[in-house]
Structure formats: structure tokens, C-alpha cells
């Protein structure tokens, strides 16, 4: 495990990227940064029968940009809830790992988030690591530029390069129809190969290092 503190953003079901992060251990979430645009802070990525499909936690209207990331607040009128929820009926209802994990997860999409984006996160993240066994992670007190390196490890992080990350290929959903899809929202594993296979899959993870089959 590493012995040095890692500080990472919270996402939104993150990916497979994030949470062999997160299996490293001495992780902090950072509770005090600035909300980025065009991140996964709000969104994530899963598999369908037509491919990709971006899900997008909707904001209120106004300036997020460089606001501070717990005043970032959702906006429950747009309904977003039954629409996630549905698509992850759709994606993975026919997953073999779908009727185990679907009941943990299906009172985060029936009910309003709580208005605030960190808040709603940070309960999807700790449900997602309840069913994969992650270890638990800190929290930063105090706001801090980012160093050089995390600078650069947020980068790869980005969604733009999200599929930079290099992963052994599992059977998805969809594998009679569709190529393999890298690095899709961690729920992708855990409905298709369920939390034991999923978790030892993330642990021979390292970042940017090819999985071994």
C-alpha cells in the first residue's frame, strides 16, 4: 500500500482509474478545492447497447467554476434521479451481478440528492466502496494549491483522457456486439463481475499500468 497521502477529487461513480486509487490506501478526498468544469465531479461514463453513455448530475444555474466544491449545489427539478436510475436498469439489468448490487444502490436515485453535488458523491463513493471492500479514506482540513504531481495525475484523470488508462479487457454486457470499453464507471465491474472479481481486477490496477489477465 502507499505509504503517501494521496489527495483526490470526489467524482461522481467514478471510474475504474479512481478507485485503483483509492485500493492504494492513505487516500484523502479533498473537500476544500475549487469545482472544475468538464469533469467528472458530476458525471461519469457506463455501457450500453449503443455504446457510451455519459450521465450528467445537473447544476443549478449560476458560476461554478473556481466555487468552492461544497457550495456546488444540484438541481433535483430536472428529474435526473429516474432518468440515471433508468439507464442503469437498461445498461445492466440483464448484467450477471445486476439483482446482487442493484438494491444497494437503486435509494440514491429515489429520493432528492440534498441539494449539494459533494454531499450526494460522497454517499455514492461510500456505498460503492461498502460493496468492493475499499479502505476508508481522510479528509483535507484546509485549502492547498495542488502540487506538480497532482497537477499531472488530475490531468489523466480528465475525461478527455479517461481511456489513456490502460486495462485488461473483461466481458461487458454488450461483448457480442461492441468492443471493449476501458476505464466506465466502476458500477461497469461490479454488475458484470461482481465485487470479489471486481475488487481483485482493481487491486492488480496500478495507475497508467496495464492489468494483468
Avoid at 482509474?17 to 458530476?42: A, P, T, W
Avoid at 434521479?81 to 439483482?99: C, D, K
Avoid at 483535507?140 to 497537477?151: G, I, L, M, V
Amino acid at each position: 500500500m502507499s505509504e503517501t497521502i494521496q489527495r483526490l477529487p470526489l467524482f461522481y461513480l467514478p471510474n475504474a482509474q479512481y478507485f485503483s486509487l483509492l485500493l492504494m490506501g492513505n487516500v484523502e478526498i479533498d473537500q476544500c478545492e475549487h469545482y472544475q468544469k468538464r469533469s467528472f465531479r458530476n458525471r461519469c461514463h457506463i455501457a450500453t447497447s449503443h455504446g457510451e453513455l455519459l450521465l450528467l448530475v445537473p447544476l443549478l444555474k449560476g458560476k461554478h467554476e473556481q466555487q468552492p466544491i461544497k457550495e456546488v449545489r444540484i438541481d433535483d427539478s430536472q428529474r435526473w434521479q429516474t432518468q440515471h436510475w433508468r439507464s442503469l436498469q437498461i445498461a445492466y439489468g440483464s448484467a450477471p451481478f445486476w439483482e446482487h448490487y442493484a438494491d444497494a444502490l437503486r435509494p440514491l436515485y429515489e429520493k432528492a440528492s440534498g441539494a449539494f453535488l459533494f454531499d450526494y458523491a460522497e454517499r455514492v463513493l461510500q456505498t460503492l466502496m461498502r460493496l468492493l471492500q475499499v479502505p476508508a479514506y481522510g479528509y483535507n482540513s484546509h485549502f492547498a494549491p495542488y502540487t506538480e504531481a497532482e497537477k499531472e495525475l488530475y490531468r489523466r484523470l480528465e475525461p478527455r483522457h479517461r481511456a489513456d488508462f490502460a486495462a485488461a479487457s473483461y466481458t461487458q454486457t454488450f461483448a457480442d456486439r461492441l468492443p471493449f470499453l476501458p476505464n466506465l464507471s466502476v458500477v461497469d465491474l461490479l454488475f458484470c463481475l461482481g465485487a470479489a472479481s471486481a475488487r481483485s481486477y482493481l487491486l492488480r490496477c496500478a495507475d497508467g499500468n496495464k492489468v494483468q489477465p
